[in-house]
């Protein structure tokens, strides 16, 4: 999807995404699945219309399990799902920097 950011972003999106898909409850059994970018993909490359071809993990959890009545994922109508971008290959000096919305 294009942004209002991708002027300083870097292309082709290269970094491991990790999701979390919180266990609201005391059993903390949480979702967690990762997948890398392949950088080939025009997915993960800089928008060239309003949306790239969605791309990521299809069967992360299924909708059966949120669906269902005291699911441990949905509390009072919320979810909350952890999103963690893996920037291991970027030097921790320039981190703040990649990060910073100001280029």
Known sequence: MRGEY???????????VTF?????????????????????????QR???DMNTASGIPKFVPLTIIQQDDNPYVRDDTMFIKVIVDFGDIPKLLLPYTLSLNP
Do not use: N
């Open 47 to 49: 928008p060239q219309s």
């Open 6 to 16: 991708d002027a300083i972003l870097e292309f082709p999106f290269k970094f491991k």
């Open 20 to 44: 979390c898909l919180i266990d609201q409850t005391s059993q903390q059994r949480h979702i967690i699945d990762s997948f890398r970018p392949d950088v080939k993909s025009s997915s993960f």
